[in-house]
């Protein structure tokens, strides 16, 4: 999930600050999570304590569920999985499977430098092989049409009165998680039990894998 977050504290010794994410529990953000070009920080110097003050509002993911006395582990670098790649829109991270043969990597780098905009990154899935550019286009559009919205939701938040946390994204549920990581043309057949959960899959594949849909 992504949160709009609040700065409660800022610890030097450990390279950290603690966020309010509106869960009842702060989570922990350190500096090697951050994204140092992000406009709402301080200063650039790549010192946390210096960078983030209590009070600021801050963008953060959920890249680690809390554990007993434990938080939330966040990081300040934004990421989406699609079915094809992981899109970070404000990183430049490229990276290809290694899981791919050498031809079929050329093919997506070259694939990857046509289709993220601007300053973004990717990093393409195992499920990229073979697939066409025009498809893996769609699922970029689609991932930085999600991110266009967050901004939106996040330049609103922070124009707002009062830095309360609030949810920007959340995670879809285990159910399309299962399809979007797992489901390909490996398998001759999905079974889906109950009206709903069928519904959700149908629409999900109808839109991300149409390829898929007499599976």
Do not use: C
């Amino acid at each position: 999930n992504i949160y709009l977050g609040r700065v409660q504290n800022v610890l030097s010794s450990m390279e950290a600050a603690f966020i309010d994410i509106g869960t009842g529990r702060n989570a922990v953000l350190y500096a090697g999570e951050m994204n140092w070009h992000s406009p709402h920080l301080h200063t650039k110097s790549r010192r946390i304590e210096s960078a983030l003050k209590a009070g600021d509002q801050i963008m953060v993911q959920v890249i680690k569920d809390p554990l007993g006395h434990k938080g939330a582990r966040l990081t300040n670098r934004i990421s989406f999985a699609g079915r094809y790649l992981v899109y970070f829109p404000g990183g430049t991270t490229a990276g290809i499977s290694r899981k791919l043969p050498e031809p079929e990597r050329k093919r997506l780098k070259n694939i990857l430098a046509d289709v993220i905009p601007g300053e973004g990154g990717a990093i393409t899935r195992p499920a990229a092989e073979s697939v066409s550019e025009e498809q893996i286009a769609a699922d970029v559009e689609r991932l930085h049409k999600q991110w266009e919205h967050i901004e939106k939701e996040e330049q609103q938040a922070r124009e707002r009165k009062g830095s309360k946390p609030i949810t920007l994204y959340e995670e879809p549920n285990m159910l399309v998680k299962v399809v979007r990581d797992l489901f390909n043309e490996d398998f001759s057949e999905l079974v889906v039990e109950g009206a709903k959960s069928w519904k959700i899959v149908r629409d999900y594949v109808g839109r991300i894998a149409p390829e898929l849909k007499d599976r």
